[in-house]
Nanobody, 122 residues
Framework: QLQLVESGGGLVQTGGSLRLSCAAS??????MGWFRQAPGQGRDFVAT????????YYADSVKCRFTISRDNAKNTVYLQMNSLKHEDTAVYSC?????????????????WGQGTQVTVSS
């Protein structure tokens, strides 16, 4: 059964760090990415990475602070978040694309995790 399971969210102070993990089961994916949704807002692109890292994109708001990585042996994608800001507070969801589109739009992803809450206190 295809499944994406996130972990690593929580409460952190401004300037702190968190690492999110997303373990995929059932198959491997060409592209895996992260999106986030703040209260009352739509789902926003955060970062995406191709299977072997040749293509990586970040949202401007997280560049130089967040790093997406993958461990293909574990079929897991990570999001290292540093220098966290209050505006990073959101539910973070990982997403997987079977076609390798490396997209920045949610419709370009076929499978989604359930989401994990990240709260940054100011």
């Amino acid at each position: 059964q295809l499944q994406l399971v996130e972990s690593g969210g929580g409460l952190v102070q401004t300037g702190g760090s968190l690492r999110l993990s997303c373990a995929a089961s059932g198959r491997t994916f060409s592209t895996m990415g992260w999106f986030r949704q703040a209260p009352g807002q739509g789902r926003d692109f955060v970062a995406t990475r191709s299977k072997y890292g040749y293509t990586t994109y970040y949202a401007d708001s997280v560049k130089c602070r967040f790093t997406i990585s993958r461990d293909n042996a574990k079929n897991t994608v990570y999001l290292q978040m540093n220098s966290l800001k209050h505006e990073d507070t959101a539910v973070y969801s990982c997403a997987a694309d079977t076609l390798g589109r490396n997209g920045k739009h949610s419709y370009e992803y076929d499978y989604w995790g359930q989401g994990t809450q990240v709260t940054v206190s100011s």
